[in-house]
């Protein structure tokens, strides 16, 4: 018994470690991006930071896992929201910016990542597809992936982040 317990306490940790390490990667990806990607030119429109509380949603679907709530024992938080939807189901952009990543990641899978200038990028991960490319603008609700299980999802959902000069931020203040 007390080998079974202490096995399974090694597996969590390992566990625990592996998301740490994939939170630190993806945080580390951001605040690269932010150094390298040359600023969005004007467009008259908006900026990204006067728009709290006027974003929908990139998919219908419902809140699994809301941002700051305890995973892998209470030792990690979400930094993000995790909105279950059907396979397929369409990823919207929330507002205008460019694609500045859109490829395979560990632990989220395919993920794309648009820039919406002043510091602002949100994160759309477990995709079963990406329809932009790196540099491809997007507009306010406009398609860039479909929803799926990839990265290790056991259901097809989509992980949404917003961040903030490489910070995560509350996406329910934005919405």
């Known amino acids: 018994l007390v080998r079974k317990i202490s096995s399974s306490i090694e597996s969590k940790d390992a566990e625990i470690d592996r998301l740490q390490s994939q939170a630190d990667e993806l945080t580390k990806l951001v605040k690269a991006l932010a150094r390298v990607v040359p600023p969005l030119p004007p467009t008259g429109a908006k900026p990204f930071a006067g728009q709290a509380e006027r974003l929908t949603w990139p998919v219908d679907g419902r809140v699994l896992k809301n941002f700051g709530t305890p995973r892998a024992d209470g030792r990690l938080k979400w930094e993000g929201v995790l909105l279950g939807a059907p396979a397929g189901s369409v990823v919207r952009s929330v ?7 859109a490829e395979w990641l560990a632990g989220l899978g395919l993920l794309a990542i648009v820039d919406h200038g002043g510091g ?11 329809l ?6 997007v507009k306010t609700g406009e398609s860039i992936a479909l929803v799926g299980d990839s990265g290790g999802q056991t259901v097809p959902a989509l992980y949404f982040e917003i961040r903030k000069d490489g910070k995560p931020v509350n996406p329910a203040s934005w919405i």
């Open 120 to 130: 602002y990028m949100t994160l759309y991960g477990h995709n079963q597809a990406l």
């Open 132 to 137: 932009k490319d790196v540099g491809d603008q």
């Open 95 to 101: 507002f205008n910016g460019r694609v500045v990543f």
